[in-house]
T-cell receptor, first 113, second 115 residues
Framework: AQSVTQPDIHITVSEGASLELRCNYS??????LFWYVQSPGQGLQLLLK??????LVQGIKGFEAEFKRSQSSFNLRKPSVHWSDAAEYFC???????????FGKGTTLSVSS | DAGVIQSPRHEVTEMGQEVTLRCKPI?????LFWYRQTMMRGLELLIY????????DSGMPEDRFSAKMPNASFSTLKIQPSEPRDSAVYFC?????????????FGEGSRLTVL
């Protein structure tokens, strides 16, 4: 079955500290992978995406993610977290062939001062 | 360019009433998706359209839910009759067909509360 697992429901990080959010997927075809961010009361905004090429992808707001096929993972990282990064983060998997994205249940990030 | 536009942003209604949520996708996008977000189940796909034709409605929870896309610039999601367990945020998203990397563009959502 196709699925996305985000093992951490809630993470708290100190401002300025590094961040890693985990994502594991199960997908039959070559996956297209995405990270979205959702601020309270807002829609989902794309942070970054991977579908081919370099397995380390850069996104907006200083985020990056690494695709590891052997581990079926696509973890999101940021070297130094800012208070404005507090939000909910969703990992998603799909492909180009017109199918819908499958989302994980999200990780809520809190940033402490 | 305008993004995906959803209305209403907030809807409070009483059990048994009909609810209609509306979505205008980004111009030129061939796919339109309806998702529902709840604390318990996260983001669930309800239905999606390609060129105004429903492709997969297996996520529609029951016959009380229906969705239409009469033209390329408008879609509705209707719940009749509504129940308290339908309370959720409903998102509409769209994407182009050609030249797409699969990314979805989301609206800001419609928050539905059924009392």
């Amino acid at each position: 079955a196709q699925s996305v697992t985000q093992p951490d429901i809630h993470i708290t990080v100190s401002e300025g500290a590094s961040l890693e959010l985990r994502c594991n997927y199960s997908y039959g075809a070559t996956p297209y992978l995405f990270w979205y961010v959702q601020s309270p009361g807002q829609g989902l905004q794309l942070l970054l995406k991977y579908f081919s090429g370099d397995t380390l992808v850069q996104g907006i707001k200083g985020f990056e993610a690494e695709f590891k096929r052997s581990q079926s993972s696509f973890n999101l990282r940021k070297p130094s977290v800012h208070w404005s990064d507090a939000a909910e983060y969703f990992c998603a998997v799909g492909n180009q062939a017109g199918t819908a994205l499958i989302f994980g249940k999200g990780t809520t990030l809190s940033v402490s001062s | 360019d305008a993004g995906v536009i959803q209305s209403p942003r907030h809807e409070v209604t009483e059990m048994g009433q009909e609810v209609t949520l509306r979505c205008k996708p980004i111009s030129g996008h061939d796919y339109l998706f309806w998702y529902r977000q709840t604390m318990m189940r996260g983001l669930e796909l309800l239905i999606y359209f390609n060129n105004n034709v429903p492709i997969d409605d297996s996520g529609m929870p029951e016959d009380r839910f229906s969705a239409k896309m009469p033209n390329a610039s408008f879609s509705t999601l209707k719940i009749q009759p509504s129940e308290p367990r339908d309370s959720a945020v409903y998102f509409c998203a769209s994407r182009p067909d050609r030249g797409s990397s699969g990314e979805l563009f989301f609206g800001e959502g419609s928050r539905l509360t059924v009392l």
